[in-house]
């Protein structure tokens, strides 16, 4: 933690010195800067505890307002009056109440700023919140949503920069909403091109930093969590956590604080078991478990690990237990040596033979040689430790344990903070890290790993595709149905809560046998809102992308309360409306055993190529759960399928599934298929 507080307060010293250096915007812009974001018009961001959207604030000059009620003495546009000490209110009671603002021109607007009263009455603040857009003042689109902690600190909406000349942000005010004052900002417009890159939006504004996220199997939710704190995990109280749940289908975000389970959650390992449970563990209190139990929604306290754990990885193993090793971040460093658990007895056992030694990286501390292993459960209860130490390892977790090593990755170095893929039954892909856990270079170092049996040498593709176009650390990816892996964000040189060399534009790995590199990269749509320590992607079951979080820092400016929907391209017409989907009726069963046969009705007919992805569960780089399986659909007539999940245990790990068919390229809406374990 000591280190992380240095870094921090590096970062914002050289954060500050270099936007203060450029004075114009689009000469800014031209030279591919940072613009400077701290002289402001309007509302006063020097102290503004996470980052303000990208762009510069507009000029209030010519701006009129309208808002569905007013207090007396409290007009709407006293909003945006630069004036401290004077605000609008609205009336309290109703549904919902708004704020509309009429500029001058019609600008790329990137982002929104509130300062809510100062020092005001917390009834009046603003939680749950819309921010749409509009050209005309009539037809608004909705670009931010979600739920803001409840206090007088400013609050952010950062979304794609999007023209307009109106926007409107709403919000239930039981007992009025009270806005001293609005900023709006406005950034370079990046021309959309849907059916090629994909597409930013809309942006789901959470009360919590995002550090760490699954999917909730059953709703399609994502339970987001960030540490005793909103915004922060250091001078911890610990013994609790601040969670957040956005639900798709709902769109809403709720928050919940949990301190049943007297645990920490910032810093742990997280694996989904064959429940679809969200088992977590070590991390800031480092030997507690704490489990999210998605079938009736409530969390409990499960036994606590034999080591002390924090920064550790976890797998799910084919019997249906969790491999934890690792962890030295929390609860003493070296000797953190693997270990077991069995949700069904809800019993920890080590495994010494298990030696974690053999997957250190050579980073200069410590602490830092055992974090945030890439493993991959495999057959006959093995791990497969694919990195980020170049050298790679099996683990088994019979008797006392066992480690046997993999081989390496070869032209590759150790990639701590890289990301590890399984994007095929047994094929991985791996990506970026870096040799030390900070201050230095990333690489774009890519690598396809092929798996066959355990205790066997793995077979290493280096440089697949060419390698990334980006040398990025820090950042985070997912596999989509079609077999592509999606990377957002992330750091040329990695600095913990750092925002300089930042990589904005994701990349597409589409793997190809054919292809002699193995696959191709290609870039997408440039993300305008920074993605780096912390942050995270999920695929969803609707096969868009959230992509989220990075700070955690307390008052400092790297914090991102946020997440956005990537929608890759393969769902996306030419003028960004959505293509037409294959869709799935039913499957049969939906709970399966290794081997087994499962039948698929479809509203038409669909390609002979289907996946199914596994749920994933993310923090740190780390994502051991999504795995995707193609699977190949034999016509059995009349828009019915049938496809066998492979009968390897441990291939088809034991867990929820997302299937997708696709036709065309286009994938359908997800349906769950559970493999059990035998
Ligand atoms: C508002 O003004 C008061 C009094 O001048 C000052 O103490 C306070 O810091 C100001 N708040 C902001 C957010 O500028
Ligand atoms: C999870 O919730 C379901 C539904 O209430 C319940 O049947 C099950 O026992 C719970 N599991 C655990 C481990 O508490
Ligand atoms: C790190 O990258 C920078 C920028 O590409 C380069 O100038 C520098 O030499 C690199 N440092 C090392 C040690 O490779
Ligand atoms: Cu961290």
């Known amino acids: 933690?000591?280190?992380?507080?240095?870094?921090?307060?590096?970062?914002?010293?050289?954060v500050r010195a270099r936007v203060e250096d450029l004075k114009d915007l689009e000469k800014a812009y031209q030279e591919g800067k940072t613009p400077d974001t701290t002289k402001v018009h309007g509302v006063d961001v020097s102290t503004l505890s996470q980052t303000p959207p990208q762009g510069q604030q507009i000029p209030t000059d010519g701006w009129t307002a309208d808002c569905t009620s007013t207090e007396s003495g409290h007009d709407c546009d006293l909003a945006f009056d630069d004036n401290n000490g004077t605000f609008w209110q609205s009336a309290s009671g109703g549904n919902a109440q708004s704020i509309s603002i009429h500029l001058k021109d019609e600008v790329a607007i990137s982002g929104i700023i509130i300062v809510p009263l100062q020092g005001g009455d917390e009834t009046h603040f603003i939680e749950e919140h819309e921010v749409s857009l509009s050209t005309d003042g009539e037809n608004w689109d909705r670009v931010a949503y979600g739920t803001w902690w409840p206090d007088d600190s400013q609050k952010v909406a950062a979304f794609q920069p999007r023209k307009a000349k109106h926007v409107r942000l709403s919000g239930p005010a039981p007992n009025g909403i009270a806005i001293d004052d609005i900023a709006i900002y406005q950034d370079k417009y990046i021309t959309p091109n849907p059916s090629k890159l994909g597409a930013?939006?809309?942006?789901?504004?959470?009360?919590?930093?995002?550090?760490?996220?699954?999917?909730?199997a059953h709703t399609g939710d994502v339970v987001a969590w960030s540490a005793w704190g909103?915004?922060?995990?250091v001078a911890g109280k610990g013994a609790k956590t601040q969670t957040a749940t956005w639900s798709p289908n709902k769109q809403t975000?709720?928050?919940r604080t949990v301190s049943d389970t007297h645990h920490d959650m910032f810093c742990s390992g997280i694996s989904l078991d064959e429940d679809s449970k969200i088992i977590v563990?070590?991390?800031?209190?480092g030997g507690q478990t704490s489990i999210y139990n998605t079938t009736d929604d409530a969390w409990f306290q499960a036994a606590g690990m034999v080591q002390s754990r924090g920064y550790q990885a976890s797998a799910t193993l084919s019997d249906g237990r969790m491999f934890v090793i690792g962890g030295s971040w929390s609860g003493g460093v070296g000797g953190k040596n693997g270990e077991v658990y069995d949700p069904k007895t809800n019993t920890w056992t080590s495994l010494d033979d298990a030696k974690v030694v053999k997957m250190y990286t050579k980073d200069r501390r410590t602490y830092r040689r055992d974090n945030h292993g890439w493993l991959f459960g495999w057959t006959d209860g093995y791990t497969f430790q694919a990195g980020p130490s170049q050298q790679m390892n099996w683990y088994g977790s019979s008797g006392t344990g066992t480690q046997q090593g993999a081989g390496q990755r070869t032209g590759d170095q150790d990639a701590m903070c890289g990301n590890a893929v399984m994007y095929d039954n047994g094929k991985i892909l791996t990506f970026g890290g870096s040799p030390w856990y900070e201050d230095k270079n990333?690489?774009?170092n890519a690598n396809i790993i092929s798996l066959d049996k355990p205790d066997q040498d793995a077979t290493v593709l280096s440089n697949a595709g060419g390698g990334m176009h980006y040398a990025r650390t820090f950042h985070s990816s997912v596999v989509l149905p079609d077999g592509s892996v999606f990377v957002n964000g992330g750091q040329s040189y990695g600095v913990p809560f750092g925002q300089d060399d930042v990589q904005m534009t994701p990349e597409l790995f589409t793997p190809d046998a054919s292809n002699e590199q193995g696959g191709t990269w290609q870039d997408l749509e440039t993300n305008t809102i920074i993605r780096v320590y912390h942050s995270l992607s999920l695929l969803l079951q609707d096969g868009t992308v959230f992509t989220g979080g990075g700070g955690l820092c307390g008052e400092c400016a790297s914090n991102h309360f946020d997440a956005q929907i990537y929608t890759p391209a393969y769902l996306l017409n030419e003028d960004g409306s959505p293509r037409d989907r294959p869709e799935i009726q039913s499957v049969s069963p939906s709970s399966v055993k290794p081997g087994a046969t499962v039948e698929v009705t479809t509203a038409g007919p669909v390609d002979t190529k289907a996946s199914i992805v596994r749920y994933g569960s993310t923090t740190h780089t780390v994502n051991t759960d999504q795995r995707r399986i193609a699977v190949e659909l034999k016509s059995t007539g009349?828009?019915?399928?049938?496809?066998?999940?492979?009968s390897a245990p441990g291939q088809a790990l034991p867990g929820y599934y997302m299937l997708f068919v696709m036709k065309d390229g286009v994938p359908s809406h997800s349906v769950n298929v559970q493999?059990?374990?035998d």
């Open 638 to 646: 009349d828009n019915k399928y049938t496809f066998d999940i492979p």
């Open 442 to 444: 990333a690489t774009t």
């Open 200 to 216: 930013w939006g809309p942006t789901i504004d959470f009360p919590v930093v995002p550090v760490s996220a699954a999917v909730d």
């Open 1 to 14: 933690m000591k280190t992380e507080f240095y870094a921090l307060a590096f970062l914002l010293g050289a």
């Open 675 to 677: 493999v059990t374990s």
């Open 253 to 255: 975000v709720t928050k």
């Open 230 to 233: 909103y915004d922060q995990f």
């Open 281 to 285: 563990t070590g991390g800031a209190d």
